[in-house]
């Protein structure tokens, strides 16, 4: 009887937050949490500017654990929020399960494909952008050798990799990129002290531009490469601003555009697979006056003639998750 | 004589700490402008106010509980084992291995084999720290620890490089084969017809734990073998003395802790996720050590400190998922009653002991 009582009890409580939260969008940070300055912090910017600009309202939720995500997505859909946006491809997995539950419900992913009728699945093709940060290394190294330093080795970040080690490559052919990764576990995000030693390591072996793709593990790195005077790459935001002119530019990878875009789409959220490449302005390398001196009039035309040559599709970019290996390295 | 009762050595000081803790998380959480009464009642019903939280937080529970067991069989050899962490991971990579590459027809089949995937493989992963203990004397603590790393980069490179589906982005292992997904409770009790706990991922693992828990009382204090783990634990000379082989017993007594701790992958990794993805563990090996100091290495205790803890993640997760405190809050106030249970132990004992001798003092003077 008692248990009937607050079944019932909770059937109502649903059904009346449904009625009041009805149609706003929300949005959910994945493990490394909402304010790791990178990624995560991106998607909160493009809320943050969707609440801006329209003055309207969005729940967000943290991630805990890893149980924690289905119950996330279904009290979240149960409770009426249209569409849902959530960060990074640990989702995936889950969504794939909720989806159907939920048709009248939109769902938006970003960084992994889920094939429902009511999920945007948004990508972004990091191995472009990178390209480009190659580019600009190649063509910045005097020593020949660069670095990349990745953060969790997990294949998302071999993208990155692969990508910037084809664009140096085709500047320098016969150039080298050490290769690092912070770690093996999340902690990896988040550990500037090991990226600044590992940014010692490579400047040991002759590496005088830094691209560093490890989430907070990047403050330290682009920290470490100031300190001893060699240029830096950042990534996902606009990181030139710390340290101008020694941060040679930033790969930014606009999840807040994503994010932004889905909630103003609202319930009416396009599904299917939406690419944010470089024509989508999805990545991009970033020129600002903080890098203005660093950026040469060459630099600049080898970017746009490379930016030119991605979209006629003569310059092919490989991708690592396609197969899981890379040319270049 | 003992200087208090039992029943206030094992209930009312855990008691204490406990409010002691939940009080001073009361003032942080006052202190950045929440306030703490709904931040207990959110606690509270969110993991006990509905079957769905009960599901949540039993969940949680029977992975302390293998956890805690795996540290509390370690702990009576006088071992303290603080890899459960890694000896967990690589538990859940001996059962994704078993489930995806054994034709397995029915979860009433998987179980098992799976348990003796899941036990074999963290057993091995507690093997080589124990025969460096035992034969080096290199300490477990030390070896144990940097295990952790280990298994997390192998798993990392199992996952990466062999298990992962080709084109997916997630670090994770194909689905589990359909037939093996163990029944979650909220089946069983629908089997039975009444509806609990829906979309909560408890299943029979839990059953398995409470059943773990009275075979580790038996062994440990109704078989032999338990009686030399116990008796190396206390005096290792004595122990010699009385014919007991130490590197024998290290290596066993770490190896069934490794196995439990491995086991605790029938809950997580087959149970709830059904595949192996790279968090899976989540930082329940060291949970275990709260939950096996907090319990007394008894596994009575350590059942109810498991809960308890199933009660701060689940309570905690609600909290921050539906208030606009801070996650980082829940680690404070998990932190609070662990320092509270387990480091500051002594400071509730003391003076309860003090205050039991006089009460017991001046009863008997009223006696007289």
């Known amino acids: ?52 600009e329209t003055g309207g309202t969005y729940r967000e939720l943290e991630m805990q654990s890893e149980a924690q995500r289905e119950q996330a997505l279904r009290r979240l859909a149960e409770s009426g929020s249209n569409p849902i946006v959530m960060t990074g491809f640990a989702f995936g997995d889950v969504l794939t399960q909720v989806a159907g539950d939920y048709p009248d419900t939109k769902f938006a992913i970003i960084d992994m494909v889920v094939e429902a009728p009511n999920v945007q699945s948004v990508v972004f093709t990091e191995e472009q952008g990178s390209y480009l940060a190659g580019i600009m290394a190649g063509m910045a190294s005097d020593s020949g050798t660069v670095g990349f330093i990745g953060g969790m080795d997990i294949p998302l970040i071999h993208k990155f990799e692969c990508g910037f080690a084809q664009g140096f490559k085709s500047v320098q052919p016969e150039g080298s990129v050490l290769i690092n990764y912070t770690g093996t576990t999340p902690a990896a995000w988040n550990d500037p002290v090991r990226g600044g030693e590992l940014t010692r390591a490579q400047i040991s072996q002759g ?89 040469t009039a060459e630099m600049q035309a080898a970017v746009d003639e490379a930016k030119a040559g991605i979209a006629s599709g003569e310059v092919a970019v490989h991708d690592y998750m396609t197969d899981n290996t890379c040319p270049a390295s | 004589m003992d200087k208090m009762p039992k029943w206030a050595d094992v209930i009312l000081t855990p008691l204490i700490s406990l409010i002691l803790a939940m009080g001073i998380s009361a ?43 795996a540290v509390m069989v370690a702990y009576h050899a006088s071992l303290f084992n603080i890899g459960g962490e890694g000896q967990a991971a690589m538990g859940g990579l001996g059962v994704a291995l078993v489930l995806l590459y054994l034709p397995l027809p029915h979860w009433a089949i998987a179980l098992p084999v799976a348990m003796v995937g899941a036990a074999a493989f963290g057993a091995a992963w507690a093997f080589l720290p124990a025969f460096l203990q035992a034969k080096r004397g290199s300490h477990i603590v030390i070896t144990t620890i940097m295990f952790n790393f280990i298994a997390a980069a192998l798993l990392n490179y199992v996952l990466v490089n062999q ?81 007991i082989n130490p590197v024998t017993i290290t290596v066993i007594a770490m190896l069934i802790s490794g196995g439990l701790a491995g086991m605790m992958a029938i809950n997580n990794v087959m149970g709830e996720a059904e595949r192996l993805v790279l968090n899976a563990v989540e930082g329940a090996g060291f949970i275990g050590i709260a939950v096996a100091l907090m319990g007394r290495n008894h596994p009575l205790g350590i059942l109810l400190a498991a809960l308890l803890f199933g009660f701060l993640y689940q309570g905690g997760g609600e909290l921050a998922l539906w208030t606009s405190i801070p996650r980082e809050l829940i680690i404070v106030i998990q932190a609070l009653v662990i320092l509270f249970t387990g480091a500051l132990d002594n400071m509730v004992r003391m003076p309860l002991e003090r205050l039991f001798l006089t009460m017991r003092r001046t009863s008997r003077g009223a006696v007289k």
């Open chain 2, 163 to 243: 298990l992962r589906p080709v084109g997916s982005m997630d670090p994770a292992s194909a689905r589990f084969p359909e037939a093996t997904n163990l029944p979650a409770l909220t089946d069983i009790a629908a089997a039975m017809g009444f509806d609990w706990g829906r979309n909560s991922p408890v299943n029979v693992t839990f059953l398995v734990a409470l059943a773990a828990c009275f075979l580790i009382w038996v062994l440990i204090w109704r078989t032999r073998l338990g009686y030399q783990i116990r008796a190396f634990g206390r005096s290792e000379p004595g122990a010699v003395y009385a014919g």
């Open chain 1, 207 to 295: 590496a005088d531009v830094i691209y560093a793709a490890a989430g907070g593990t990047g403050i330290g790195i682009l920290q470490t490469a100031a300190d001893e005077g060699i240029l830096s790459i950042g990534v996902d935001s606009n990181q030139n601003a710390l340290h101008p002119g020694q941060v040679l530019t930033s790969m930014v990878k606009r999840v807040d555009n994503a994010v932004y875009e889905a909630f103003v789409a609202g319930a009416d959220l396009e599904p299917g697979i939406r690419v944010m490449d470089l024509a989508a302005e999805g990545v991009d390398v970033a020129v600002d006056e903080s890098n203005a001196d660093l950026v």
């Open chain 1, 1 to 52: 009887m008692s248990l009937m009582k607050s079944l019932l009890a909770g059937a109502a409580l649903t059904g009346l937050t449904a009625g009041a939260a009805l149609a706003d969008p929300a949005l959910i940070y994945d493990l490394g949490g909402k304010f790791d300055k990178s990624f995560n912090e991106a998607a909160y910017t493009g809320a943050a500017r969707w609440v801006e």
């Open chain 2, 27 to 69: 003032l942080v959480i006052l202190a950045i402008g929440e306030s703490p009464w709904m931040a207990l009642t959110t606690m509270v019903e969110g993991a006990l106010g509905s079957s769905y939280g009960w599901g949540f937080t039993l969940y949680y529970a029977t992975n302390f509980v293998f956890t805690g067991l």
